[in-house]
């Protein structure tokens, strides 16, 4: 992998019409770094996110993922690369059970079918703690359940980089503290992670960079820490004036 470069995004531009969401936006997210991505409601984060999974089509722009182009792939095919996400929307199998929610992202995702798979999808069930719940049907389950899930199922497809969109919301301080000593486990285990998210402690907790987005442009990139003392930052994001 050229320069520990895992993925690289160039000029990427997308439109609705004539709403311009993004505009020629470009960053590059190293092997093994956690990528925080902040900025205020409809910059276009997840819109991003989706033109690297492929739910949406680019108008322009470059991806290369793991040196390998991803423009023109289909979803499926960049899942198979490596990509996992999780949707704000949870969007599990609601016929299937948890189990069997992580089963399908595992066989999908790996190819592989024997007890190995079972017994981590059975561990990524207990991490994301949903042990209890492994037999209940993923339409069964509480909201934040079926967020563990979501995150469960992105991880059951053994992603090198896991794109999580907004997983804190909603959470207690306790919860919080699980889930970002999860993200860490997760990122020590090897995976790159690049995540969108509001509860800026959070992500703070975690991030080694950030990057702002406001109205379809990155303002800002770098140490978290750094980042948000921007007063540029703190004026579009934090409604702060300097
Ligand atoms: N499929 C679509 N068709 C038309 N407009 C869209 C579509 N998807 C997103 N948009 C618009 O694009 C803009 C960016 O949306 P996006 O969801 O990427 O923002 P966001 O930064 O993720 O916001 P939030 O923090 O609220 O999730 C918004 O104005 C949104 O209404």
Same mark, same amino acid.
Not at 195 to 207: M, N, T
């Given at each position: 992998?050229?320069?520990?470069?895992?993925?690289?995004?160039?000029?990427?531009?997308?439109?609705?019409?004539?709403?311009?969401?993004?505009?020629?936006?470009?960053?590059?997210?190293?092997?093994?770094?956690?990528?925080?991505?902040?900025?205020?409601?409809?910059?276009? %984060?997840?819109?991003?996110?989706?033109?690297?999974?492929?739910?949406?089509?680019?108008?322009?722009?470059?991806?290369?993922?793991?040196?390998?182009?991803?423009?023109?792939?289909?979803?499926?095919?960049?899942?198979?690369?490596?990509?996992?996400?999780?949707?704000?929307?949870?969007?599990?199998?609601?016929? +299937?059970?948890?189990?069997?929610?992580?089963?399908?992202?595992?066989?999908?995702?790996?190819?592989? %079918?024997?007890?190995?798979?079972?017994?981590?999808?059975?561990?990524?069930?207990?991490?994301?703690?949903?042990?209890?719940?492994?037999?209940?049907?993923?339409?069964?389950?509480?909201?934040?359940?079926? %967020?563990?899930?979501?995150?469960?199922?992105?991880?059951?497809?053994?992603?090198?980089?896991?794109?999580?969109?907004?997983?804190?919301?909603?959470?207690?301080?306790?919860?919080? %503290?699980?889930?970002?000593?999860?993200?860490?486990?997760?990122?020590?285990?090897?995976?790159?992670?690049?995540?969108?998210?509001?509860?800026?402690?959070?992500?703070?907790?975690?991030?080694?960079? +950030?990057?702002?987005?406001?109205?379809?442009? &990155?303002?800002?990139?770098?140490?978290?820490?750094?980042?948000? &003392?921007?007063?540029?930052?703190?004026?579009?994001?934090?409604?702060?004036?300097?």
């Amino acid at each position: 992998m050229a320069n520990g470069v895992l993925l690289e995004a160039r000029d990427l531009k997308k439109s609705f019409g004539a709403l311009k969401v993004l505009h020629e936006v470009s960053f590059s997210v190293s092997a093994g770094e956690v990528l925080g991505i902040v900025g205020p409601n409809g910059a276009g %984060k997840t819109t991003l996110f989706n033109l690297i999974s492929g739910d949406m089509r680019v108008d322009g722009g470059d991806l290369v993922f793991d040196g390998q182009q991803l423009v023109g792939q289909p979803p499926h095919r960049r899942c198979k690369l490596g990509i996992g996400r999780t949707y704000q929307i949870p969007r599990p199998y609601v016929g +299937m059970t948890a189990f069997e929610n992580l089963l399908v992202a595992a066989f999908f995702g790996s190819g592989a %079918k024997d007890a190995d798979s079972y017994r981590r999808c059975a561990r990524i069930l207990a991490d994301c703690e949903l042990s209890d719940k492994a037999n209940r049907s993923a339409g069964s389950l509480t909201l934040l359940d079926r %967020k563990r899930l979501e995150l469960a199922r992105a991880l059951a497809s053994c992603p090198k980089l896991l794109l999580l969109d907004e997983i804190a919301g909603g959470l207690t301080d306790e919860e919080g %503290k699980a889930l970002v000593s999860l993200i860490r486990r997760i990122r020590d285990g090897g995976v790159t992670i690049v995540w969108i998210e509001h509860v800026l402690h959070a992500l703070l907790a975690v991030a080694d960079r +950030m990057i702002v987005l406001n109205f379809g442009e &990155k303002i800002a990139e770098g140490v978290p820490a750094e980042v948000i &003392k921007s007063s540029q930052v703190r004026r579009v994001y934090m409604g702060v004036e300097a």
